[in-house]
């Protein structure tokens, strides 16, 4: 009986020191931090900075054709207008003119704004592109 402890507590111990080394590791980062008032990200910059958002480059008034969905499993809910390569953000300002076309195709018209998303050590994760001043042109 001791031989089966003793060959438990050798492959414990050695599982344990095999993941210790990944426990407590903090990751070494490049990102330096960001003073949210000299870049003037306005009154919503804690939220930009925790999430890694940056500032817009510019607002283009775009046609958007696509499906009207809601996501989002929070307590607020965002509608997203899917196309057939790329989804669009609906501005909360907006989002009252298509909750009632929800999993309908639509044409619409509005000014995109693109913000460039970024991990917390810095890496791109990709693009979130917002529509807002919508204007419906067509419903399928």
Known sequence: MSSRHSVFFCVFFLCLTAALPAWGRKEKSGAEKIDAQKIGLGENAAEKIDTGKTEAAETVLV????????????????????????????SREDD??????QHRAVTVEGYETVLELKFANGFPAGQRRTLKDIKIINVE
Not at 64 to 90: A, D, M, S
């Open 96 to 101: 009252h003119l298509l909750k009632e076309l």
């Open 63 to 90: 046609q958007v054709t696509g499906v009207v969905r809601l996501v989002g499993g929070g307590p607020i809910p965002e509608l997203v207008i899917t196309g057939p390569e790329r989804e669009w953000f609906v």
